[in-house]
């Protein structure tokens, strides 16, 4: 086994770790500490400057238009991107693109060029409606957002909580029940034009992140084509599960990301801070943290590498994905709480990220499937049918 | 937190003494009572509340009522002020121009609470 970088692995990152550096990291001397986009025309500056990289679009497959690379190469990109202040959750502040809705690239040729094409030429946004007031680690049984038949459309009743980017997005996919006994078998994808009569964003949801926030939406009769059934009736749990999934490994990446600049940044300054006659970095108590840190870091790097190199060679990778997802948001949140404790006073101030990270980190452990869930998918996936 | 800013609007003087270097987001309106100007006191900001007010107040001619809500979310309570003030009233007051915004229709309607 290598767990050596491709030399087009070490270009590839050493590109990205530049960009950061040079590009991302002055812009945040100026913005609020709790930006998470760039003014119009550096956005478009350094959009520019990515697409003349071949790195725009990292998660768009080749033949949309993407660049051919590996998803083990992309997590590790993903780990470079999140190393600045607004990383976790806006790496780079979205200059490298996405892929949007990657559900989309299974849709009909008709939604992809109503919904997919728009939205890779940055014509259209989307949002994922899937989570509700009753719950969203179980949506199997949590979804009680509602779908009936009304001759060629269906009339959707109910609501979503936490939904990223829906006040601004132009359509999003949203899970209904359209049948009401068969738990898991009886949810639906819709593809739903925000522009509908029913269509209502009630409400942000702030939370301990200041910039990027929630939404809550309604309901109301809001009317959609049976046309904008992406993949099969009663079929969308698949279509979430597979989401949810995926999903992990860059969730992932972001924390450990974050956790090496935070680790970066400590093992600079214990050297430089006195404290009673002595540099911090000749304190035991220090360099335990510190070694605790490292352990962390990468404890998290391989187990997130293995579950990329798992899905990158078409294996299963739901319990690998998962223990992704626990062990680098864990490890991310104790990272961080130990670099401020080692820049005492300093670590709590908004002049440094570390407050910013310390609040987003503990987010991390909650969103995408919180550390219960992830340790629920595991142990079914070691136990099997026996737990059945 | 309601969805509205529903502290009470002191006169420009009243406010100064008042406000505290807090974060958090703030409305200047005229003698009417029309919001004409809004915005937010964040991490960055010198003096915090009170500072960003006393500044917008000399730049906002018309200006003689302020209102503010103490608020470690400004960023996104900002937006969300704005967002509800044009669904309710279909233009937007002053603000920073860079900022872009989603849209929201509260429950109720623009009247709703």
Redesign the interface.
């Known amino acids: 086994m290598d767990l050596n970088l491709t030399p087009e692995q070490d270009l590839i990152i050493g590109m990205v770790r530049r960009f950061v550096r040079e590009e991302i990291l002055p812009l945040e001397q100026y913005l609020d500490p709790d930006a998470d986009e760039l003014e119009e025309d550096d956005r478009q500056r350094l959009t520019a400057k990515t697409r003349e990289m071949g790195l725009y679009g990292l998660d768009i497959p080749p033949e949309y238009g993407g660049p051919d690379i590996d998803l083990v190469t992309r997590t590790l990109l993903a780990v470079e991107m999140s190393q600045h202040r607004a990383g976790l959750y806006a790496p780079c502040y979205g200059t490298f693109g996405g892929a949007g809705l990657a559900q989309l690239f299974e849709a009909t040729e008709q939604q992809k060029e109503q919904y997919l094409y728009p939205t890779l030429r940055g014509e259209k946004r989307g949002f994922f409606g899937l989570s509700e007031p009753s719950g969203g680690s179980d949506p199997a049984r949590a979804i009680q957002t509602k779908a009936v038949r009304d001759g060629d459309d269906w009339v959707i009743n109910g609501g979503k909580l936490w939904i990223s980017g829906a006040d601004k997005a132009d359509f999003g996919l949203v899970f209904a029940r359209t049948d009401t006994d068969q738990g898991r078998n009886g949810v639906t994808c819709f593809i739903v034009d925000t522009d509908q009569p029913g269509f209502h964003v009630r409400r942000i949801v702030h939370t301990l992140r200041s910039a990027h926030y929630a939404t809550e939406l309604q309901f109301e009769d809001l009317r959609v084509s049976n046309d904008n059934i992406l993949g099969q009736l009663n079929k969308g749990f698949a279509i979430a599960n597979d989401r949810l999934t995926r999903q992990r490994i860059p969730y992932a990446a972001g924390c450990i990301g974050v956790a090496i600049k935070a680790q970066e940044m400590a093992l600079e300054y214990v050297p430089q801070r006195e404290t009673f006659g002595a540099p911090l970095s000749t304190r035991q108590s220090i360099q335990w943290m510190l070694v605790d840190n490292d352990i962390d870091i990468r404890q998290a790097l391989w187990i997130t590498l293995e579950a990329a190199s798992k899905a990158q060679q078409g294996e299963s990778f739901r319990k690998e994905a998962a223990m992704a997802k626990l062990v680098a948001t864990e490890a991310g949140g104790r990272v961080v709480d130990r670099c401020m404790q080692m820049f005492g006073g300093l670590g709590v101030a908004k002049d440094l990220p570390f407050e910013r990270w310390y609040r987003e980190m503990r987010i991390r452990r909650i969103g995408e499937g919180p550390s219960e869930v992830q340790r629920h998918v595991i142990a079914r996936e070691l136990l099997g049918a026996s737990l059945r | ?1 309601g ?1 509205r800013l529903t502290k009470p609007w002191l006169s420009n003087e009243q406010a100064l003494a008042k406000v505290r270097g807090q974060m958090g987001v703030y409305q200047l309106a005229d003698a009417d009572g029309e919001v004409i100007f809004m915005s937010y006191a ?3 900001s010198l003096g915090g509340l009170r500072g960003e007010i006393a500044r917008s107040l000399t730049e906002q001619a018309g200006a003689c009522q302020v209102r503010y809500e103490i ?7 900002y ?2 002020l704005l ?1 509800l003030h044009q669904a309710e009233h279909g233009v937007l007051p002053t603000h920073d121009p ?1 900022v ?8 109720g309607g623009a009247n709703g609470s």
Do not use: N, Q
């Open positions: 937190m969805l964040g991490g960055r608020t470690t979310s400004y960023l996104s309570r937006k969300e967002m860079k872009r915004l989603g849209r929201l229709s509260p429950a």
